[in-house]
């Protein structure tokens, strides 16, 4: 476009040249050709992004050194279906299918109360030593689908699914909060659900689930100095803020959750649900 209209390369224009075009192709271009446009940046980005010289530039490490993994008795118990070659036969009570946030709690609850679990997962067990900090790496190894399923609508947004032991907590950044008090009243009023169905009557749910986790506020040390602009400007607006609550209580800010944590600081199920069951 920039060649048509300027006889050059985009990167050879002038800022307001630049601008200036920007601002013709975002008025003048179709639905399909942002999106054909979107499609075809992304994984440029996904390139660009996990260079080792754009790593050293912000001053991140490109790779995490390997953690030697240890190897606790239970996992005595996990069998590697990628390995098995002939029929095998499991006796149980309950099959749960998924080790994400919902399976790997259910199966904690039944098998305290003596019931014979069984867990059948999708994804690998990767255990910490594999966390390397590598977007390109987790979202191959980590990510449903490579981490490329959208929804489309004006915009494309990545809907990311974790496929793994632990699910989608291997892949969140640990954030953990409580439904509000408005969204159960909506519920009860939309859905007909009982009285049970409150801030009051799930509180202890909520305990009971913080406390395996070990929820607690964020470290204002690792906000760093976009919290306190976001402080003053909800100051300023009168609205009310606060470090999120996190279940990641040995956090040492490398901010690389979303590729697997690396420390074993975040209390994902892969390495708190899972193991106690």
Same mark, same amino acid.
């Given at each position: 476009? @920039?060649?048509?209209?300027?006889?050059? %390369?985009?990167? =050879?224009?002038?800022?307001?040249?630049?601008?200036?075009?920007?601002?013709?192709?975002?008025?003048? @271009?179709?639905?399909?050709?942002?999106?054909?446009?979107?499609?075809?940046?992304?994984?440029?980005?996904?390139?660009?992004?996990? !260079?080792?010289?754009?790593?050293?530039?912000?001053?991140?490490?490109?790779?995490?050194?390997?953690? %030697?993994?240890?190897?606790? /008795?239970?996992?005595?118990?996990?069998?590697?279906? /990628?390995?098995?070659?002939?029929?095998?036969?499991?006796?149980?009570?309950?099959?749960?299918?998924?080790?994400?946030?919902?399976?790997?709690?259910?199966?904690?609850?039944? @098998?305290? =109360?003596?019931?014979?679990?069984?867990?059948?997962?999708?994804?690998?067990?990767?255990?910490?030593?594999?966390?390397?900090?590598?977007?390109?790496? @987790?979202? =191959?190894?980590?990510?449903?689908?490579?981490?490329?399923?959208?929804?489309?609508?004006?915009?494309?947004?990545?809907?990311? !699914?974790? /496929?793994?032991?632990?699910?989608?907590?291997?892949?969140?950044?640990?954030?953990?909060? /409580? +439904?509000?008090?408005?969204?159960?009243?909506?519920?009860?009023?939309?859905?007909?659900?009982?009285?049970?169905?409150?801030?009051?009557?799930?509180?202890?749910?909520?305990?009971?689930?913080? !406390?395996?986790?070990?929820?607690?506020?964020?470290?204002?040390?690792?906000?760093?100095?976009? +919290?306190?602009?976001?402080?003053?400007?909800?100051?300023?607006?009168?609205?009310?803020?606060?470090?999120?609550?996190?279940? +990641? %209580?040995?956090?040492?800010?490398?901010?690389?959750?979303?590729?697997?944590?690396?420390?074993?600081?975040?209390?994902?199920?892969?390495?708190?649900?899972? %193991?106690?069951?």
């Amino acid at each position: 476009s @920039a060649v048509l209209s300027h006889g050059k %390369p985009f990167t =050879r224009l002038a800022a307001q040249q630049q601008s200036e075009l920007l601002a013709r192709r975002e008025q003048s @271009a179709s639905y399909l050709e942002r999106t054909f446009l979107q499609g075809l940046v992304i994984p440029l980005k996904w390139l660009h992004f996990d !260079a080792p010289v754009m790593s050293d530039h912000v001053g991140c490490r490109y790779e995490l050194p390997r953690v %030697p993994d240890e190897q606790p /008795r239970w996992l005595s118990q996990v069998t590697n279906g /990628r390995d098995v070659e002939e029929d095998l036969e499991l006796e149980c009570e309950v099959v749960i299918i998924g080790t994400g946030a919902g399976g790997a709690a259910a199966a904690h609850e039944l @098998a305290s =109360r003596g019931r014979a679990v069984l867990l059948l997962e999708e994804g690998d067990y990767h255990r910490r030593g594999s966390f390397r900090g590598r977007p390109a790496q @987790a979202n =191959r190894n980590l990510y449903r689908d490579q981490a490329l399923t959208f929804s489309l609508g004006n915009v494309g947004i990545p809907v990311w !699914a974790g /496929r793994a032991v632990g699910g989608s907590t291997v892949i969140n950044s640990g954030t953990c909060y /409580r +439904a509000p008090e408005r969204v159960f009243a909506r519920w009860r009023r939309d859905f007909g659900l009982s009285s049970d169905f409150s801030e009051t009557g799930l509180s202890p749910y909520y305990e009971r689930v913080e !406390a395996m986790l070990q929820v607690a506020p964020a470290d204002p040390l690792y906000a760093g100095r976009i +919290a306190k602009l976001i402080a003053k400007g909800a100051d300023h607006l009168g609205y009310t803020h606060g470090v999120l609550h996190r279940n +990641a %209580p040995g956090c040492d800010g490398q901010g690389v959750c979303c590729f697997g944590c690396p420390t074993g600081a975040k209390r994902s199920t892969d390495v708190s649900y899972i %193991p106690e069951a």
